[in-house]
């Protein structure tokens, strides 16, 4: 009997990767034609942490500060002493309150709040997805979440957000080396931005989190003079690396205050959740997503997916809400057949609403399609 990995990100607004699987694998094993294995994978932002819940983590409640100030009740992923984070669970556009954007004031405390909650539990192995930032404040409210001290000129701590780093006059993070001490943190980062200038966090990104031109230009200004105060206190400037500019500078942060290593985030998760082990022995791969298009091969999950199984030779298929890749990008991405809920359900809404019966649909169509010949 055939082995099929269901390796599939999630349906954004419609499914979460492990529902995505678990309804392809129903259609797939509906004539008991194939035995199948689901793995849900993700990039390293929304999505994370529970591709590591349906890979065995536990999942660890926790409330923390919204981007705004409010309370978010979250969670982190845990297995032994290794933590898995998302930004976007607790500093992402989608906690917004009213989806209202607050581009100068937005914090990522929350995140530091989650990184010091894992500490506290005794994780030494951190990885941080910083996918969806809503916050362009340098990872200062991170930092400062775990022990930074943050004052003006007259030694009143600072208030949160990117704006308020141009009144930044001391820090102090002694406090956050030594809480950091022997906690290894692994930012998974797909970017390569400086911190600062024309390519910079608040140039690029700042208009996505609802910034205007002199907005940005304040921005930036603050960054600038943030990561001056930063290179005096530790005695190197870390603004220029690639990937300083990540998630609104948390990349920064972590790269100059917390001993981060950023790396790809599709290579971060595959570790965690042990998808090369799961590829051994596979006769087909099943990827998914949403939306497949263009994006989808700029490093996204299920393009490292298709690349990983065409590396050992295992055919990979795609079952999508939509396709706007054409024959060719399909073929050069390894991907040897595309199977759109949009073929079945044309209205979009209906797609959504009815996605894990037509998943189902189509995951039998799949078995129908490459393992009929095997039946008879």
């Known amino acids: 009997m055939p082995r099929v990995l269901i390796a599939p990100d999630k349906f954004k607004g419609s499914l979460s990767g492990a529902e995505v699987a678990a309804a392809i694998g129903r259609g797939l094993s509906r004539h008991g034609a194939a035995r199948t294995v689901a793995l849900p994978v993700a990039d390293g932002g929304d999505g994370t942490v529970a591709a590591a819940v349906a890979s065995g983590y536990l999942e660890v409640p926790v409330e923390a500060t919204g981007p705004t100030g409010q309370p978010v009740a979250t969670h982190y992923a845990r297995r032994g002493d290794v933590a898995v984070v998302e930004m976007a669970a607790v500093s992402g556009l989608a906690q917004l309150p009213g989806g209202r954007l607050a581009p100068m004031t937005a914090t990522s405390r929350g995140t530091g709040e ?45 208030t949160d957000g990117g704006q308020a780093l141009a009144g930044l006059h001391h820090l102090d993070v002694s406090a956050v080396r030594e809480r950091m001490d022997g906690v290894c943190l692994v930012v998974a980062c797909d970017v390569d931005n400086p911190l600062t200038g024309p390519h910079g966090a608040a140039a690029v990104y700042g208009p996505q989190k609802g910034a205007d031109d002199l907005q940005v230009a304040e921005l930036d200004a603050a960054l600038g003079h943030y990561a001056d105060l930063v290179a005096a206190q530790v005695g190197r400037d870390e603004r220029e690396a690639p990937g300083a500019g990540a998630a609104g500078g948390v990349g920064f942060a972590g790269l100059a205050l917390l001993g981060a290593q950023l790396r790809p985030g599709v290579d971060v998760v595959f570790d965690l959740i042990g998808f090369e082990e799961a590829l051994e022995g596979a006769d087909l791969v099943v990827i998914g997503e949403g939306s497949l298009d263009e994006q989808t091969l700029n490093g996204k999950a299920p393009a490292g997916v298709a690349a990983a199984a065409a590396l050992r030779g295992v055919p990979v298929v795609a079952v999508c809400g939509r396709s706007t890749l054409s024959a060719g990008d399909l073929r050069r991405a390894g991907i040897t057949a595309t199977y759109a809920l949009s073929d079945l359900e044309p209205d979009v809404e209906r797609s959504m609403r009815d996605a894990t019966a037509l998943l189902e649909h189509l995951g039998e169509q799949v078995s129908e399609d490459l393992f009929a010949s095997d039946n008879h």
Do not use: N
């Not at 996918?131 to 001290?149: I, P």
């Open 114 to 158: 989650i990184l010091l909650a894992a500490v506290e539990d005794g994780c030494r192995e951190i990885v941080l997805g910083i996918g969806g930032s809503a916050t362009t404040d340098g990872g200062a409210g991170m930092v400062r979440a775990l022990g930074a001290v943050f004052t003006d000129a007259h030694e009143q701590p600072l």
